[in-house]
């Protein structure tokens, strides 16, 4: 069974910084490329960020471009989403998606939530 | 950047009826057919309904179903189930910005 868990969010002020986890499992990780998904409150969703199978070409969208990074690590099966100069907009549920760049994202994980706030 | 616009906004209809939900990009999606459907329920993460417009995600039943090419397609829900009364969204992949999403469409209880 595929599964995908998030981790990391949290309350943080404007400005601070967060790193987000994805665990992945039930599926070869290595061989899918990965995005970041998130949702404000009562919105609709918006795409972050994606990554190819090896890490070596990331793409984002223009609202964090700069401030973000996603990065894998296929030897322990992990997503990552850091992120910088946060600021209020970027409150959020924060999801971890298998797929992306060529592919639809099939599975999806609970979500991890981010309010920047002070 | 492709842009999706779906509608209606909200579509108000009663269980057994059929939903019909549209999704149109601003130019061709990727390969004309690398287009997305999804359904999210409240409190819940996004499902994968239909991929490359028109093929159903595992274990999604044979209700829903997907058509469309280049830039109009349409989600169709062939018989309302209560648990069927969701949000839907549609998302384009496969472009050179990789994902966009549509602003989604309400179905709801009439």
């Known amino acids: 069974e595929v599964q995908l868990v998030e981790s990391g969010g949290g309350l943080v002020q404007p400005g601070g910084s967060l790193r987000l986890s994805c665990a992945a499992s039930?599926?070869?990780?290595?061989?899918?490329?990965m995005t970041w998904v998130r949702q404000a409150p009562g919105k609709g969703l918006e795409w972050v960020s994606s990554i190819n199978l090896f890490g070596d070409n990331t793409f984002y969208a223009d609202s964090v471009k700069g401030r973000f990074t996603i990065s894998r690590d296929n030897s322990k099966n992990t997503l990552y989403l850091q992120m910088n100069s946060l600021k209020a907009e970027d409150t959020a549920l924060y999801y971890c998606?298998?797929?992306?760049?060529?592919?639809?994202?099939?599975?999806w994980g609970q979500g991890t939530l981010v309010t920047v706030s002070s | 950047e492709i842009v999706l616009t779906q509608s209606p906004g909200t579509l108000s209809l009663s269980p057994g009826e059929r939903a019909t939900l549209s999704c149109r990009a601003s130019?061709?999606?990727?390969?004309?057919?690398?287009l997305a459907w999804y359904q999210q329920r409240p409190g819940q993460a996004p499902r994968l309904l239909i991929y490359d417009a028109s093929s159903r995600a595992t274990g999604i039943p044979d209700r829903f179903s997907g058509s469309g090419s280049g830039t109009d397609f349409t989600l169709t829900i062939s018989r309302l189930e209560p648990e069927d009364f969701a949000v839907y969204y549609c998302?384009?992949?496969?472009?050179?910005?990789?994902?966009?999403f549509g602003g989604g469409t309400r179905v709801e209880i009439k």
């Open positions: 130019q061709n999606v990727f390969a004309n057919t690398y």
């Open positions: 998606a298998r797929g992306g760049l060529i592919t639809a994202t099939h599975y």
């Open positions: 998302q384009q992949y496969g472009d050179s910005s990789p994902l966009t």
């Open positions: 039930g599926f070869t990780f290595s061989t899918y490329a």
